[in-house]
């Protein structure tokens, strides 16, 4: 089945530009979603189909995806942003067709 | 507003079986795609099931499959996972998440979730 690869942690300092990235064989053939979950909390999603962003996300937040990366890439980053992020995918010729990478640990300095 | 609201969890010992419900309000249940996504005590997300609006489409995850069953009730606007045999890597957080109705690859929303427990 399709396996999406996240770094464990990325570490950031308020104000700057964080990337998270979602590796997967030839992932920008496909639409790569993004979810933000906090401690004791549901995820919420805050990028869909590659770089869409729901009502009430911030423009900071956006997403891109090409050959075998997708990125999220938090801009102005704030002490709110300190977060788990998981990317996911729907895999059509798959039985399985739902994949979440291992998620990210976006730490704010 | 959209809301999602599981139920039916807790301490259950292995083998044993538990049933959870997720009630849902605040838009129309029978139009929309939904899942059961786990997350296990410290460990990341993990998709459990996926069922259409319609019920004629369903998948599972390897983990859970012949064990689990996911089931809707359009007419009572909820939904359920049936959970049978169950293992001590069962033990997690379950969330119910709503795919939006147009491209139901993705969820928009998600409900707070119920802890499932399984100890001797």
């Known amino acids: 089945s399709y396996v999406l690869t996240q770094p464990p942690s990325v570490s950031v300092a308020p104000g700057k530009t964080a990337r998270i990235t979602c590796g997967g064989n030839?992932?920008?053939?496909?639409?790569v979603h993004w979810y933000q979950q906090k401690p004791g909390q549901a995820p919420v999603l805050v990028i869909y189909?590659?770089?869409d962003r729901p009502s009430g996300i911030p423009e900071r937040f956006s997403g891109s995806n090409s050959g075998n990366t997708a990125t999220l890439t938090i801009s102005r980053v704030e002490a709110g942003d300190e977060a788990d992020y998981y990317c996911?995918?729907?895999?059509?010729?798959?039985?399985?067709?739902?994949?979440f990478g291992g998620g990210t640990k976006l730490t704010v300095l | 507003q959209v809301q999602l609201v599981e139920s039916g969890g807790g301490l259950v010992k292995p083998g044993g079986s538990l049933r959870l419900s997720c009630a849902a309000s605040?838009?129309?249940?029978?139009?929309?795609?939904m899942s059961w996504i786990r997350q296990a005590p410290g460990k990341g997300l993990e998709w459990v099931s996926y069922?259409?609006?319609?019920?004629?489409?369903?998948y599972y995850a390897d983990s859970v499959k012949g064990r689990f069953t996911i089931s809707r009730d359009n007419a009572k606007n909820s939904l359920y996972l049936q959970m049978n045999s169950l293992r001590a890597e069962d033990t997690a957080v379950y969330y119910c998440?709503?795919?939006?109705?147009?491209?139901?690859?993705?969820?928009?929303?998600w409900g707070q979730g119920t802890l499932v427990t399984v100890s001797s």
């Open positions: 998440a709503r795919a939006p109705r147009r491209q139901p690859h993705y969820f928009d929303y």
């Open positions: 605040g838009f129309t249940f029978s139009d929309y795609y």
């Open positions: 069922i259409s609006s319609s019920g004629s489409t369903i």
């Open positions: 030839n992932i920008g053939s496909k639409s």
């Open positions: 189909y590659d770089s």
């Open positions: 996911q995918v729907w895999d059509s010729s798959s039985d399985h067709p739902l994949v």
